[in-house]
C-alpha cells in the first residue's frame, strides 16, 4: 500500500482491520458458548436460550434443504445498518485462527450456499432483529466439514487512524460448522520441516537457539483439533527436547495448511541429530523429521581456513613435485 500520499475511503471497502473481532476469538482456546460481539452489536443463532446453541451446528444430505434463523443484536444508543450474508472459513497464515471470506469474495460452499431472507437489516437502538435463511446443499457437495459464518457487516465507513486516509468496516459473524453426510475421511500431514540456528560466534559467550518451521496440513475432509509434538535427539540417539507444542490452532478445518514456527532456546553450540515433529488427531498420526549438524561459528571459521589452507599446501607441493620431475 502506498504511504506518500493518502488514498480515499472506498479502496478499502472490502473488511479489513476489525473484520475478525468476532470471528477470531482467538487460535487457543476452543469455541466459547456465547455469542459471537464486539461490543457494539452480537450475531447468533436464534433459540429461546442462547447458551444452547453459540453456533449453527447443522447437518444435511446432499441435495437437501434446511432453513434456519439468525439474530442481530444491537448494544449501542443509536440505529445500526448491516450489511447480512454468508462466508466460507479458512484459517489464517499468521497463526491458523478462524478467518471468513470478505462479502467480495468468491465463495464456494456454505457461503454459496445459504441465502438469508434479507440482505440488509437495521436494527434500532438497544433491540435486535431475527432474520430467516435458507440453506440449499447442491447433489455435487462432497462429504464432510463445511465452515463458515454467517456475517453482519457495518455499512459505516469508519476513518483511520494515522497518515493513510482508508476506510474501515467492523464485521461481526456467527460461525456456521455444516456436515454434509457421506464418508469422512480425517487426514494429517507434517510437511516442509525446517530447522536454522542462531549460534553466538564464540563458543560460552551466549545462548544457542534454533527455529524449528513447519507446514501442518489438513488433507482430509473433517476438522481436526491437532496436537503437534516435538522431540530432538543428539549423537547416538541422546534426548535433547521433548514437549507438546502450545501455539496450535484449536481447529484446522478440512484442506487447509499452515505454517508454524517452534523457538528452541538453549539448543546445543556443537551437536549431530535430529529433530521430529508428531501430530495427532482424532484417528490420525503422523511424522516428520530433519537432521542438523550444529557447530560454533569460530568452530566452523577455522575448520574452513585449516581445510582451505591444507587444500592449497596440497596444491602446491603437487605442483613443486611436478616441476621437480621435469
Not at 453456533?55 to 444430505?61: I, M, P, S, V
Request: glycine share 8%.
Amino acid at each position: 500500500m502506498p504511504r506518500s500520499h493518502a488514498r480515499p475511503w472506498y479502496v478499502l471497502l472490502p473488511v479489513l482491520a476489525a473484520l475478525f473481532a468476532g470471528l477470531v476469538p482467538g487460535v487457543f482456546p476452543p469455541p466459547s458458548a456465547r455469542a459471537a460481539e464486539n461490543g457494539e452489536w452480537s450475531v447468533y443463532p436464534s433459540a429461546e436460550e442462547l447458551g444452547r446453541r453459540p453456533y449453527f451446528y447443522l447437518t444435511a444430505d446432499p441435495g437437501t434443504r434446511l432453513t434456519d434463523r439468525v439474530t442481530i443484536s444491537n448494544k449501542t444508543s443509536a440505529p445500526l445498518n448491516f450489511r447480512l450474508y454468508a462466508a466460507d472459513a479458512y484459517n489464517t497464515e499468521r497463526d491458523g485462527g478462524f478467518a471468513v471470506r470478505t462479502l467480495n469474495e468468491k465463495q464456494r460452499g456454505v457461503g454459496a450456499w445459504i441465502r438469508p431472507e434479507r440482505d440488509r437489516v437495521t436494527v434500532p437502538p438497544r433491540g435486535s432483529v431475527t432474520v430467516s435463511y435458507t440453506l440449499a446443499v447442491p447433489e455435487s457437495a462432497e462429504p464432510g466439514d463445511h465452515p463458515g459464518a454467517l456475517v453482519a457487516l457495518d455499512e459505516r465507513i469508519s476513518p483511520s487512524q494515522g497518515a493513510v486516509a482508508v476506510g474501515i468496516q467492523q464485521a461481526v459473524g456467527a460461525r456456521v460448522y455444516l456436515r454434509v453426510n457421506g464418508p469422512t475421511v480425517p487426514g494429517l500431514a507434517v510437511e516442509d520441516v525446517r530447522l536454522s540456528h542462531d549460534r553466538p560466534l564464540v563458543p560460552g559467550t551466549g545462548e544457542s537457539s534454533a527455529l524449528i518451521s513447519y507446514t501442518l496440513h489438513n488433507r482430509g475432509n473433517v476438522t481436526l483439533n491437532p496436537k503437534v509434538a516435538l522431540k530432538a535427539e543428539g549423537l547416538f540417539g541422546r534426548d535433547l527436547l521433548a514437549r507438546d507444542l502450545k501455539r496450535i490452532p484449536s481447529e484446522l478445518l478440512p484442506r487447509q495448511k499452515i505454517r508454524l514456527t517452534e523457538r528452541w532456546s538453549g539448543a546445543p553450540h556443537a551437536e549431530w541429530g535430529e529433530v521430529r515433529l508428531t501430530a495427532t488427531a482424532e484417528d490420525v498420526r503422523e511424522s516428520a523429521r530433519v537432521s542438523y549438524f550444529a557447530l560454533p561459528w569460530l568452530v566452523a571459521l577455522v575448520l574452513v581456513a585449516v581445510l582451505t589452507g591444507t587444500g592449497v599446501w596440497a596444491r602446491m607441493r603437487l605442483k613443486a613435485r611436478g616441476r621437480a620431475r621435469s
